[in-house]
Each structure stands twice: as structure tokens, then as C-alpha cells.
């Protein structure tokens, strides 16, 4: 048995996993397993992965979202890890990307959960390990207004930690679900991702309720030596209202699950949520259109 499932969730992304398999596969040899989920249940997507026998196809049947796929895609494994990755990422095989994360868990037993550095298409560094979100998030996160007129300003820049170059392993609070590999053990502790969370903040919610644990093997780390790239295109967020709704839906899930006021913040948040919810489905609307 191999010692890590690699898990991949698919939505009509042909085009995105001829590209992510082929170099997945050399890396897999070594000692991991490929999964891809379709969420599609497409037959191009099932034709695809049928022309790599290496791959196990699970069809979904229907769209599960991100979180409860990625379940039944780590369902029945009982090796050690787990390694949830995008099908439009791209690892480097060069560096080892997948077995570096491995390497890192077997030489770190206090660190669960560990993400690569992620680069852009460009070679530019993504951000894909943060901080905690908080109230500031709401105004400063990546895609806000502000942030985009003043990326300088430093509540933008300590919540993406901009300012760090991605040179040195360091603990932080949660990585990109775009890649993460967790233990197994800890992620069955926690009852995998909380498949409330349709789309979007279900790698911010698993990292944080494994930092939550009483339990020595809690830590969630960055590891520069595994590289990968992530192909991010034009955001479907802004062409669909469904996911738009998706988005803030989880980030309400997210503000009631983790903040212990949220009672008594609820009115406000709420109408941050209102309104950023109608400003995204405008820019949906006129985007689609185009």
C-alpha cells in the first residue's frame, strides 16, 4: 500500500488535468496514489483519466462541492497522508514536490498539516499561506478594493504575509487547499473537511480546527523546498452568482464557527456580507454578458 493518496477534485477540467496528470504520475511511482473525483461526472473527464490506468476514477454522480468530495476521495485509505491538490496546479518534478511534503511530515511529528510554495504562472509567488482571517480580512483580503488600489498598505500585507519571500520553512496559520498534505490520523480526528462548506474557506476550516486540537500534533507549516504552480485564470466568482453566494455562504459559516462573539457581531457582519454578496453579483452579472 502506498504511504500518500494525492486527491484531486474535478469540475469539467479536462483541459486542466492533461496538464496536472502527466507529471503527477512520474511523481507518483514513487510511493503515492493518484484520486481524481469528478464532480462533473463527465465523460470526457472519465475518457481522460481512463488513459492513465495508474488512476483511480471516482465518479461523484453529482456536484458535491469541494469539501465533501475531497471526503469521499480520502475514503477507505489507510496509509499516511493525504495530499488534497487543484487540477489546474502543475507539480515540479524536479524538486519532488509531492514526496517533499512527506519528507517534511516524517521529519517534523508536530506538524499535521504542510503546504508548498505555490507560484503563479508567471513564477510569482502566490499567497498561499496566512493569517487568521479576522474583521480587518473583510476589508483587506486579497481581492478587495482596497488591497488592489493600495497593496502596500500593512493590514493587507500582514493578513497575506506579503512581505515574506517564501525562502524559509516557517509555522503559519493555514495553506492554499489548492495543496495541502495532512496526516491521515489527524485529519480522521477532525471528521475531515466540514462538509457544510460547499466552496471556498474549507482549507482555512480544517487547518483551523486541527490547530484547535488537544493534541501535540497540531502545527501547520510552510515548506519552500516543494514548489508548485498554480494556473489561476479569470475567477469564476465574478461570472457566476451561485458561487458568489457560495463564497459569502461560507464565509458566514466560517465567522459563526470560529468567532466566540459572533452573536453579538452577527448584525454587522451580516451586512458586510449583504453587501459585498450584491456588489460580486453585479460584477457576475456584467461579466457574463461579456
Known amino acids: ?65 469541494f469539501a465533501k468530495a475531497n471526503n469521499l476521495g480520502a475514503k477507505d485509505f489507510n496509509g499516511e497522508f493525504l495530499c488534497f491538490l487543484n487540477p489546474d496546479t502543475e507539480v515540479k518534478n524536479e524538486v519532488n514536490s509531492i514526496t517533499k511534503l512527506a519528507e517534511f511530515l516524517h521529519n517534523n511529528p508536530k506538524v499535521a498539516v504542510v503546504g508548498p510554495l505555490v507560484k503563479n504562472t508567471d513564477g510569482s509567488r502566490q499567497m498561499s499561506f496566512r493569517r487568521w482571517p479576522s474583521f480587518k480580512t473583510a476589508i483587506f483580503n486579497r481581492y478587495s478594493l482596497i488591497t488592489k488600489l493600495f497593496p502596500n498598505n500593512p493590514w493587507s500585507k500582514s493578513y497575506l504575509m506579503s512581505n515574506d519571500n517564501g525562502e524559509i520553512a516557517k509555522k503559519v496559520d493555514w495553506v492554499s487547499g489548492c495543496c495541502l498534505m495532512v496526516r491521515k490520523e489527524t485529519f480522521t480526528k477532525i471528521g475531515g473537511f466540514n462538509e457544510e462548506y460547499f466552496m471556498f474557506c474549507e482549507d482555512t476550516a480544517l487547518c483551523k480546527s486541527i490547530s484547535l486540537l488537544d493534541d501535540d500534533c497540531k502545527e501547520i507549516w510552510f515548506c519552500p523546498t516543494s514548489i508548485i504552480t498554480h494556473h489561476i485564470g479569470k475567477s469564476i466568482s465574478e461570472k457566476s452568482i451561485k458561487i458568489v453566494y457560495e463564497r459569502h455562504r461560507s464565509m458566514w459559516i466560517y465567522f459563526k464557527d470560529y468567532n466566540p462573539h459572533w452573536i453579538f457581531l452577527s448584525p454587522i457582519t451580516i451586512l458586510g456580507l449583504i453587501l459585498r454578496t450584491v456588489w460580486y453579483s453585479i460584477k457576475a452579472i456584467n461579466n457574463a454578458r461579456k
Open 1 to 65: 500500500m502506498k504511504s500518500t493518496r494525492i486527491i484531486i477534485v474535478a469540475y469539467h477540467s479536462e483541459d486542466d488535468l492533461s496538464r496536472c496528470l502527466p507529471a503527477l504520475i512520474k511523481e507518483s511511482k514513487r510511493d503515492a496514489e493518484i484520486v481524481v473525483v469528478d464532480n462533473s461526472s463527465c465523460e470526457k473527464t472519465k475518457k481522460l483519466v481512463a488513459s492513465f490506468p495508474e488512476i483511480i476514477y471516482i465518479d461523484a454522480k453529482e456536484n458535491l462541492g
